[in-house]
């Protein structure tokens, strides 16, 4: 037999308050034997749970309560194998286990998945990859695994096509989910093709998987159908039924869904969706509806008037669903943009009645009072001052009477008034969304009839409070007369201006539209590219309106001359200026608007957009900067304005052909059909002389026997056609006399070459040129030796070197050895010319590396920034003049620890760090032949400053230079002076006192002496040291006035004094307000102690003696004062105890415990040992952690 104690302090307590006084120790009279008889037995204070054989139900239960309450702890983290044979290994070089390609792979999926992998392979040479992670990590690891380490299979899969959007699932989930599960990649067709092919690609067993679950998706879709039935519109509302209950009804029987469409739809079809028989079953009871109503159901027409309609449908058609519930009688009412007043009600005969007396109640009822008989029938006459009554004689009398009373009522407190207004305005007096009418509705508090478009009439009609209706009337003609007033115009503005007239978020046209506030612009849809902008508004004020916008579009065309300017780049910054001074100084002076290209860009056209005269000062001035800057020469030179277009070629290639040729010289003619025969060029002197004879010579063959002939080529031959610095095509032109042009980047034809010339040198030239290009088409194969130690240069920066060969080399292809086979065979393949100049360069390259050295330069890194430049430039600008290579080190760290001196770290003894020796973050690395290193590390290091400029402004120049030094100088000087260093010891204790509150002395210290006061760390070993940095007077000056500080402060003292902890609070106050004004009353510090304190009534009072004094006092008044309140408060709380007295008091009566006591106990009879009431293990807490237990052979692994 098993038993279980539990002692919770509950039931300890329970059984301490079921002993009486006397049992429990508290009287003295009683033996101790009585005294044990009296305890109670281990079994009586803790019954054994009932054996298995006595009740085998009840242990279950037990059991089951125990275990389904308690659930075993999951790991998040889980682990699978999966395994991929040898056949199917995508990287099946055994010799590169754990590194190459998949390593690299293994180490992707690593970094991508968050996942863990480990690799090993069987005797099978099959992989094995063990993953470890989250469950979403493995299932994506997983997936990765397959597809980059594992061959691909595919295979098709064909279901309906009406079944793939279940594959893909809502938002593509469910395929997702597919692919996860099974590892594959799953294709499904578009919406748009015809194809029921799904592809799957992936292992074979995933495969299999996905084919599995695809086709367990379609045949479950197969048990399901749609079936679309026809039914007249008349009958929806006898299937859905009052409220949507009949439809309801069968889609709960059946189980299928069933969608009707809304009376607002215009559509017979009815969709059922479900299961094949399920659906088979609703359409059988829809049927059987319709062919019933069809059968029995018969129809009447009356005659109900359209305003009075809205009462039949009643809110959110509430009264149809009523008279459809009351009677089975389906009322239709016709369309609100339809004329017909005929409302139809059909329904079973019998029934017809009873729905037409609530149609004609629901007509005439509202208007109604509540205690008007439903006998008579009320008709309200349209257009006649006239109500008609029917019914009996006495009932009649009485809704007369009643109606009378209230026409004399309204008569008295009411009038109306009607206007008449042309219905073309009608629409214009409602507004937009009713906005205008309803505005005055509630201004006037009156109610406003306006005829429908279909009665064709002009009475308005308005009813309410006389001086409402006064007021509607005259603000509703003034409305009419203005409109009858209106006029529409149409301007034409060309759509280019329209953003501009309207301006950034409206502005513009918003001050047009205050200006003219009664005139309405409206401008077209920009993707209509319309210039119509209309106006609409009183004569007048459009006219007006009209005149001012053509007044802006004229100053707009006015300021939107446009002309370009060509300046060479290298000076496009000397016109930005500095800060972009200049640009904004010409900007402003000539009121123009100034467009540079972007750096990265090939223009050089600045263009100037704005007044024509203004356009023309701004262009000067910029040419004239230009001019200044450099030594450029403008010449004109005299050619037939019919040879112009020739010489300018198709867009413009002839002439850009002879600019480039040219050092970018630029060449300008005259407008076409101005019939003006001066071109203009303007650049260096050599570079423009050189144009000018090209120009004539070419102008010359046009006109005597200029002959043209094209020839193609691959794009990538070009540049070795041309060759560097334009060499070979240069050969070319000397030795034939022809012009050669090949296509620009912007050309579409990529591979359009053009010769100009005699007929005899463009044959010329065009026979060397096929030569060449049969050549480059001749692809060889060739190889050459490269040192392995070299290649990582070529193959670097992901083949940058590899794709500027190819590219100046016609496209040749060089191939390099795998990594880690030491082979020193590298393959070049491409035209034969190609190939050995392409040789010939890396042989350069590699001699290069081979005479490379390491020059080391030391430059402290705050001045690495400024050797870069922007983005890099200036280093990039070195290594390309000077063909290098430039490191520079990482960062200093300035969280890094000192490097220890003649000291262990790690038990290894370090070589004592020599001063002098230059810090690593300050040495730059130059790598490259010696004299282009040596030349780089010279002109880093070069204290000299170029000055490039005119003669009259380099003196100017060099003198503001020698200013600024001195200038900078003097800052050193003055650095060097501030940077003086002092230390005062001051106790730590005085620290916060010299600090302030929120640092108010020092910051004022600081402040007024100009200095720098440092405190010590928190770890740092002299917590007594304070530093002071500044120049020498003003630091010695700060030192003295926080050494007054402490001097003040070592005067005062500290008197400890006993206030009664219970009113420490009433002193402090609410958030510290009281203690604040004793403090700053008294110039003294108190100090309240601490939750937990050994002495909770001991303050601390500091400050000067006689002020001390003074505040314990003060102090010792508040305590006497708000103990008298204590004192009452705890007298009065003494009353509303509860009687009996409490735990604490019985536990005072009955003396010391002893704790709980049991008779027969098992520790008594067997040789086990009582359990230990303050153990922790024997008792321990809930959510305590309980120490187990040390083992020999480590902790419980669970």
Request: hydrophobic share 35%.
């Amino acid at each position: 037999m098993s038993s279980v104690a539990v002692l919770t302090q509950e039931s300890f307590n329970e059984h301490r308050s079921g002993l009486l006084p006397e049992q429990a120790g508290g009287g003295g009279g009683t033996s101790t034997g009585e005294e044990e008889d009296a305890l109670p037995t281990y079994k009586d204070a803790f019954p054994p749970l009932p054996e298995k054989a006595a009740s085998p139900e009840g242990t279950q239960e037990t059991v089951n309560a125990w275990t389904s309450k308690i659930r075993p702890l999951k790991s998040s983290i889980i682990t699978q194998v999966f395994h991929v044979p040898l056949e199917e290994r995508k990287y099946k070089d055994i010799n590169q286990f754990g590194e190459g390609d998949q390593a690299k792979v293994c180490v992707d999926i690593m970094h991508k998945t968050g996942a863990h992998l480990e690799l090993s392979l069987a005797k099978d040479q099959g992989l094995s990859i063990m993953v470890s992670g989250k469950l979403d990590a493995v299932m994506k690891a997983r997936k990765e695994i397959v597809s980059r380490l594992q061959t691909q299979a595919s295979a098709t899969v064909a279901i309906p096509k009406e079944h793939h959007r279940f594959v893909i699932g809502k938002n593509g989930e469910k395929l997702q989910e597919l692919e996860l599960k099974t590892a594959t990649k799953i294709q499904i067709p578009r919406p748009d093709d015809p194809s029921n092919q799904i592809k799957i690609s992936g292992t074979k067993e995933g495969l299999e998987k996905a084919k599995h679950e695809i086709l367990l998706i379609s045949a479950e879709q197969d048990k399901r159908a749609v079936e679309r039935v026809n039914i007249d519109k008349v009958y929806h509302p006898f299937i859905t039924g009052a409220y949507n209950k009949v439809v309801g009804e069968m889609m709960q029987e059946t189980g299928a869904r069933i969608n009707v469409p809304p009376p607002s739809v215009n559509k017979t079809e009815i969709v059922i969706t479900g299961e094949k028989e399920q659906v088979a079953l609703a359409v059988a009871m829809i049927k059987k509806v319709s062919e019933e109503k069809k059968k029995n159901a018969t129809t009447i027409a009356v005659e109900v008037k359209k305003s009075q309609h809205k009462y039949v449908i009643g809110p959110k058609g509430n009264t149809l669903q009523e008279i459809l519930d009351k009677t089975g009688v389906s009322v239709e009412i016709p369309p609100s943009d339809s004329s017909s007043e005929t409302v139809i009600l059909r329904g079973e005969p019998d029934r017809l009645g009873q729905a037409l007396t609530e149609v004609y109640a629901k007509v005439t009822w509202p208007r109604l009072p509540n205690k008007c008989p439903r006998s008579v029938h009320i008709e309200f006459t349209e257009g006649e001052d006239k109500i008609t009554l029917e019914g009996p004689t006495k009932d009649v009398q009485m809704v007369q009477t009643q109606i009378e009373a209230i026409v004399t009522d309204l008569v008295s407190r009411m009038d109306y008034a009607e206007i008449s207004v042309d219905p073309k305005f009608h629409r214009h007096l409602i507004g937009k969304g009713g906005v205008n009418i309803n505005r005055i509705k509630e201004l006037h508090k009156v109610t406003v009839r306006i005829p429908p478009d279909n009665e064709k009439s002009n009475l308005i009609r308005i009813e309410g409070d006389p001086q409402g209706v006064q007021e509607a009337k005259k603000e509703l003609l003034e409305l009419a007369s203005r409109m009858e007033n209106e006029r529409t115009k149409d301007l034409i503005i060309e759509q280019r201006f329209h953003r501009a007239i309207i301006g950034q978020k409206g502005e513009k046209i918003k001050e047009v539209r205050d200006k003219f506030p009664e005139v309405i612009i409206n401008f077209p849809d920009p993707a209509q590219k319309s210039d119509i902008v209309q106006l609409r508004g009183p004569r007048t004020e459009v006219e007006k309106c009209a005149k001012f916008m053509q007044k802006i579009v004229a100053e707009m065309v006015e300021n939107s001359f446009s002309v370009s300017v060509p300046i060479f780049k290298q000076f496009h910054r000397n016109i930005i200026g500095k800060g972009g001074s200049n640009i904004k100084k010409i900007r402003e002076e000539t009121n123009t608007k100034i467009d540079l290209p972007a750096e990265n860009s090939n223009s050089e056209m600045i263009v100037i957009t704005g007044k024509k005269a203004n356009c023309e000062v701004a262009r000067n001035r910029i040419l004239a900067i230009q001019k200044e800057l450099a030594n450029i020469t403008e010449i004109e030179v005299s050619i037939p304005s019919k040879l112009h277009n020739s010489l300018i070629g198709s867009k413009g290639r002839f002439v850009r052909s002879i600019m480039e040729e040219c050092g970018g010289v630029h060449i300008h003619f005259p407008t076409e059909g101005s019939g003006i025969d001066k071109v203009t060029i303007r650049g260096p002197l050599e570079e423009v002389e050189k144009a000018k004879q090209q120009l004539l010579a070419l102008a010359e063959e046009k006109q005597t026997k200029s002959h043209t002939a094209e020839l193609r080529a691959k794009p990538e031959y070009h540049k070795f056609l041309i060759g560097k610095g334009g060499g070979n095509i240069r050969k070319v032109r000397d030795s034939t006399g022809a012009r050669i042009i090949f296509p620009t980047s912007e050309d579409k034809d990529q591979e359009l070459i053009t010769v100009i010339g005699t007929e005899e040198a463009v044959r010329e030239a065009q026979k060397e040129l096929e030569e060449l290009i049969k050549s480059l088409d001749n692809v060889v194969e060739d190889t050459m030796i490269v040192d392995p130690k070299h290649h990582r240069y070529f193959v670097a920066r992901r083949g940058q070197v590899l794709r500027d060969l190819a590219d100046e080399y016609g496209g040749v292809m060089v191939s390099f050895p795998r990594t880690g086979s030491q082979s020193e065979k590298v393959t070049l393949k491409g035209a034969k010319e190609c190939v050995e100049a392409a040789k010939k360069r890396m042989q350069e390259i590699v001699e290069d590396l081979e005479a490379q050295v390491t020059i080391e330069c030391v430059i402290s890194q705050k001045f690495h920034r400024s050797i870069m430049g922007p983005k890099g430039s200036r280093i990039q600008q070195i290594t390309r003049d000077h063909n290098v290579q430039i490191k520079f080190p990482e960062r200093e760290d300035p969280q890094e620890a000192p490097i220890q001196e003649n000291g262990e770290a790690n038990g290894e003894v370090k070589e004592p760090v020599d001063p002098n020796a230059p810090k690593k973050c300050d040495v730059i690395v130059i790598s490259g032949r010696k004299e282009r290193s040596q030349f780089c590390f010279s002109n880093v290091q070069s204290d000299k400053i170029a000055i490039t400029g005119l003669a009259n402004h380099l003196d100017r120049a060099k003198e503001g230079l020698l200013e600024r030094v001195k200038e900078l100088q003097v800052e050193q000087e003055d650095r060097a002076l501030r940077s003086f260093k002092l230390t005062i010891t001051v106790d730590p204790k005085y620290h916060p006192k010299i600090i302030g509150r929120k640092g108010a002395i020092i910051t004022n210290i600081r402040t007024e002496h100009d200095v720098n006061i440092q405190f010590p760390e928190k770890n740092d070993e002299n917590q007594d040291q304070i530093t002071i940095t500044g120049y020498e007077h003003k630091a010695i000056a700060a030192r003295d006035a926080i050494q007054a500080i402490v001097d003040e402060l070592e005067e005062m003292i500290s008197e400890d004094i006993t206030l009664d902890s219970r009113v420490h609070a009433r002193i402090i106050g609410a958030r510290g307000k009281g203690i604040r004004k004793i403090m700053d009353e008294f110039k003294v510090d108190l100090r309240f102690p601490q939750s937990g304190a050994a002495d909770p009534n001991l303050v601390t009072v500091t400050g000067r003696p006689e002020l001390v004094d003074e505040a314990i006092d003060h102090l010792l008044n508040l305590e006497e004062e708000y103990m008298a309140d204590v004192v009452e408060n705890e007298a009065k709380m003494a009353y509303m105890r509860p009687h009996g007295g409490s735990a604490a008091a019985m536990d005072e009566h009955r003396g010391p415990s002893k704790g709980f006591v049991v008779r027969e106990a098992p520790w008594t009879t067997a040789n086990e040992k009582a359990p230990d009431m303050s153990s922790s293990e024997d008792f321990p807490s809930f959510g305590a952690p309980v120490a187990t237990k040390a083992s020999p052979w480590g902790p419980k692994r669970f």
